[in-house]
């Protein structure tokens, strides 16, 4: 009788998940697959003939390849921390007794999830105009020359980052804000008693209580700057010239304005793995940190 | 209030409102620029406030663009796929977390490889998939695919864990089958997961960028997006045309927002989110 009612069950279990794995056959294990395949291939839309490791050995030989890379990892590595600071004060202001209008600013700061990456960049491009911006424009009134944010390449990777975190704070606040309001008040209370000041109460309670949701905001934080492409797309194009040009556009660019689809899934690839060893180091040092 | 919590409380606040001024700027100046008259909007000295306010940005942006079209488009793509969407992630967070077999735990670890490899690093063989399929240039091509979401999965089987076991054992002696016990019970108690992720998915479909990029080709099935990429990618930026475009753009986006603001902000509804 009970063999029978768990075999029924299992096929209940299929019959639920049946969609979702259909879906993740389609279009994820094998788009997954032919990428794979495609990268061993010089695939151009028409025929692939097996070429092994060549699209491999010209990547790690290619100056561009190298500039899209470094320019990604360089965008990752100071929006990441940049997003994270402002995510954390911004939530911790909100859940303080003593800020006052928090209902006001919590409407504000979450404003951006609503707009789309798009549109940001396109505000963000309004603004930061060389010639035309409202941000040179109040740089001039105060005595300040106007600031190339669009030629010159580390400016504009500047207009990018502040995109970035104007655009981003919003979903990692939710996170955080749920967070620290599940942090148990008794140690705060106890810590009072023993005479800690707000700074040694953020040091010693929030910041460790916060560990998951850090790891977490974390790698999600940085899959998303690894994958970065519209918001780049409509505020700087990836320009000047290549400077800014991210990974995923740079696939884009040689997959499907240079039909050159075998050697953009080879860089999909190494995306891959970067992402997945982001992603396992992630998870050991969060092991590691709970012992 | 004591002396001291009365220059926390300054302080704070003060820290606050900079910050919130900084935060609403950008959204503010796209607004104010968006009702200036053309002449106006590069004239120096740059003005906050527009000197006259005018809609005929408005006008010119609904007269060049089809934006009846491409709304239409964007609405039946994003409100069909959130209904999907929402369905098949909770039948499925719901397998993961009541149904105890093996199969089940490795369909789950594949879930979770999905969020490294998101669709914009293979596009390529995306698009061929999407070929292969013929779902190349139609709507459908941009709602099936997005369908299966590892955030959804994850925000019903997080809620779902949360359901004492004895909720099921009850109905099944009843009588009622996995099915029934599914629909009848399970899914009306998971209302605020279902609520969430429909707000969630609104706003992915809806912003969505790249599988429309992928996807689409016929302008007549552009998305909002896709049309705004359209005149971001000209060589002279219209910039008219573009600031009262992305205004428009938004508005869905702010409706929805208004009407379900408190299940938004209410952090409690998305800490199905952390895992």
Same mark, same amino acid.
């Given at each position: ?41 010089? $695939? ?122 104007? @655009? ?11 967070a620290l309001m599940n942090i ?5 209370e106890a810590a009072d008693i ?43 194009? @990836? ?10 556009? $740079? ?11 075998? $050697? ?23 092991e590691r940190s709970k012992i | ?266 952090? #409690?509804?998305?800490? #199905?989110?952390?895992?």
């Amino acid at each position: 009788m009970t063999t029978r009612r768990k075999d029924k069950n299992h096929k209940w279990a299929l019959a639920f998940v049946i969609v979702n794995m259909v879906l993740f056959t389609l279009f994820f294990a094998w788009p997954g697959v032919l990428g794979v395949y495609y990268s061993f291939t010089d $695939y151009t839309g028409i025929s692939a003939n097996f070429i092994g490791l060549e699209n491999y050995v010209n990547l790690f030989q290619d100056k561009s390849f190298y500039k899209a890379m470094g320019r990604t990892f360089l965008y990752t590595v100071l929006s990441v921390p940049l997003l994270y600071v402002f995510s954390l004060l911004i939530s911790v202001l909100l859940v303080n007794k003593y800020t006052k209008g928090k209902g006001i600013a919590k409407i504000i700061f979450f404003f951006p999830w609503l707009i789309s990456p798009l549109v940001a960049g396109v505000i963000f491009r309004w603004m930061f105009g060389e010639s035309f911006g409202f941000i040179n424009y109040a740089l001039g009134l105060i005595g300040i020359d106007p600031i190339s944010w669009s030629s010159d390449g580390n400016m504009a990777l500047m207009v990018v980052l502040f995109a970035t975190i104007w @655009g981003g704070t919003a979903f990692n606040m939710l996170i955080m804000m749920s967070a620290l309001m599940n942090i148990p008040k008794s140690y705060y209370e106890a810590a009072d008693i023993d005479g800690a000041n707000g700074w040694q109460k953020f040091l010693n309670i929030t910041l460790p209580s916060l560990k998951p949701t850090t790891f977490m905001v974390i790698l999600l934080s940085v899959i998303h700057s690894m994958k970065e492409f519209a918001m780049v797309q409509s505020l700087t194009n @990836g320009g000047p010239g290549t400077d800014n040009t991210f990974l995923v556009q $740079y696939i884009y660019q040689t997959g499907f304005d240079q039909r050159n689809i075998g $050697y953009a899934s080879a860089v999909s690839m190494v995306l891959f793995v970067i992402l997945l060893l982001f992603a396992l180091i992630n998870m050991k040092v969060e092991e590691r940190s709970k012992i | 209030m004591t002396a001291k919590s009365r220059t926390t409380s300054i302080l704070l606040t003060t820290i606050v409102a900079i910050l919130a001024v900084v935060y609403l700027f950008p959204i503010l100046w796209l607004l104010l620029s968006s009702f200036k008259p053309g002449s106006e909007l590069f004239s120096y000295p740059l003005k906050f406030f527009p000197d006259e306010i005018t809609f005929g940005n408005y006008e010119y942006a609904w007269a060049t663009m089809e934006f009846t079209k491409y709304v239409m488009n964007t609405l039946m793509v994003t409100v069909a796929t959130t209904v999907l969407t929402v369905l098949a992630s909770a039948s499925c967070g719901y397998a993961l977390a009541k149904y105890n077999y093996k199969w089940l735990s490795v369909f789950f670890l594949c879930i979770l490889t999905t969020t490294m490899l998101p669709t914009e690093v293979i596009m390529n063989p995306t698009f061929t998939v999407i070929q292969t399929l013929g779902l190349y240039d139609s709507l459908w091509g941009l709602i099936i695919p997005s369908i299966n979401t590892a955030t959804g999965i994850f925000m019903f089987r997080q809620f779902f864990q949360t359901v004492p076991d004895d909720l099921l054992e009850a109905a099944r002696i009843d009588g009622a089958n996995e099915g029934r016990i599914f629909f009848g019970l399970m899914l009306p108690i998971a209302k605020p997961i279902i609520i969430t992720l429909s707000i969630f998915s609104f706003q992915w479909r809806w912003n969505d960028y790249v599988w429309p990029l992928l996807v689409i080709s016929d302008p007549n099935k552009y998305t909002v997006q896709v049309a705004l990429r359209s005149i971001v990618g000209a060589d002279n930026i219209d910039w008219v045309l573009l600031l009262s475009a992305s205004v428009i753009s938004i508005l869905p986006m702010v409706l929805i927002f208004t009407v379900f603001q408190r299940y938004i902000m209410d952090t #409690g509804a998305s800490s #199905g989110l952390k895992d």
